[in-house]
């Protein structure tokens, strides 16, 4: 394993390509040679409204705002998100993201992956 690795998040392939109209997501862990970080980028559509959410069994995570402005439900809480906040979130807590008028792009970083599949899917309602 080098000491470094550097590599730009625009230039990975779009994980999420024809599953999700309106939403991108790139991830970096291979990519980047980690053992214990996981980096994504999501890039939501304006309006787009996530209609599934995930959380974990043991795999904490946490979601920078790097643009634009929407909404994450944690659970059944749906909290307000704008440019530079940072969303720390526990394993059991579903989380699922809105995006406002403008879109919005989310950098997330996971630690260590456990073996196996951590993450469960899950159908989110918001509330209207």
Known sequence: M???TIVNML???DAVAGRVEGLEGR???ASLDSRDLGVSHFRY???LRSTM???HGEQEEAYIVVAGSGQVMLDDEIRELSQWDVVRV???VTRAFAA???GMD???IGGPKPEGRDGEMLEVVWPT
Do not use: M, Q, W
């Open 45 to 47: 559509a304006p309006n």
């Open 100 to 102: 406002g008028p403008d």
């Open 53 to 55: 959410g995930h959380r």
């Open 2 to 4: 080098e000491p470094f």
């Open 106 to 108: 989310i950098v997330a």
């Open 90 to 92: 526990s394993p059991p």
């Open 27 to 29: 991830f970096a862990r």
């Open 11 to 13: 230039e990975l392939d």
